[in-house]
């Protein structure tokens, strides 16, 4: 995934940020190894101390509390995470359905309309295409890159 | 945060993709905040473990030669890094001159075509217009 804008957020927030994609990747009921891949990316990117990582991956297998992570969460933090899960909800493959009603209940709480975050999936498929363009140009092609 | 080829690779190959992010990071010896955010979500990606990537992260400081990092490099992992090498480079909103000779000379060794590099920065381009598109749809999302 191309950098983003998550490394901005307080310190506090980069953790919220990165609970919620670890019960968003866990929605589903277990954590692939691209699910890891994916939140590994994104605290990365947020540039999260190695010894708070390794604190959060302690969650991988003991989430936190959704209802008490969202409220927490303000407006802003909450729609930076919705993007960002509907991407870490996609790297199996496919939207399950738990992972679906997950979303609309994080994007309802962010005062996001279903439509509006139909919109937001279709952009996040939009950048399967794009992934799978950078990997042709170096002939690195996984699965699937061909129906794209 | 897509699935990609890299965290299916051997772990050797994983940690010898890193290294050479690692002397790309340092090519022109100046590290932005940009270009090491992005160093670091590679590492994430490349599903490295906590001693690996200390490892890695000493070699911002000394960096090994790229002969160094060459060497036993297989093609696969040589060219994603050659991928990432320049999605890192641009994080900042420029690639150099001394950034595109050493990433020339890499895909080179890779075998790659000639015009690679150019087409990866236009694909790199088309990424971050992505991901503003993505910001600019959040923004949307606030209204």
Known sequence: ?148 | MLPDTLHQLPRTERFAYAKLLAVMARANDELTVEEMATFEQRLGTALLSPEQRNQIRAYLKSPPTLEECLTGLGHEAGRLAVRDSVMMAAADGNVDKKEKKLLKKIANYFDMQDDAIDRLLEWTAEGYAWMQSGVELLNELSK
Not at chain 1, 54 to 78: H, N, V, W
Not at chain 1, 114 to 139: F, H, P, S, T, Y
């Open chain 1, 1 to 148: 995934m191309f950098p983003d804008s998550i490394q901005l957020l307080s310190e506090n927030g980069r953790k919220r940020h990165a609970n919620l994609l670890i019960i968003i990747a866990g929605a589903d009921g277990e954590l692939v190894r691209e699910e890891i891949a994916a939140i590994e990316s994104a605290m990365g990117l947020m540039m999260i101390h190695p010894n708070v990582r390794t604190e959060l991956r302690s969650q991988f297998a003991d989430p936190i509390d959704l209802d008490l992570l969202l409220k927490e969460m303000d407006a802003a933090e909450l729609r930076l995470a919705l993007k960002n899960g509907a991407i870490v909800a996609a790297v199996d493959g496919e939207y399950d359905n738990n992972e679906i009603l997950l979303l609309k209940k994080i994007a309802a709480t962010a005062g996001v309309s279903d439509a509006r975050l139909k919109q937001l999936l279709n952009w996040v498929r939009n950048m399967w295409k794009l992934e799978a363009k950078g990997r042709q140009i170096v002939g690195s092609p996984m699965q699937g890159d061909d129906s794209q």
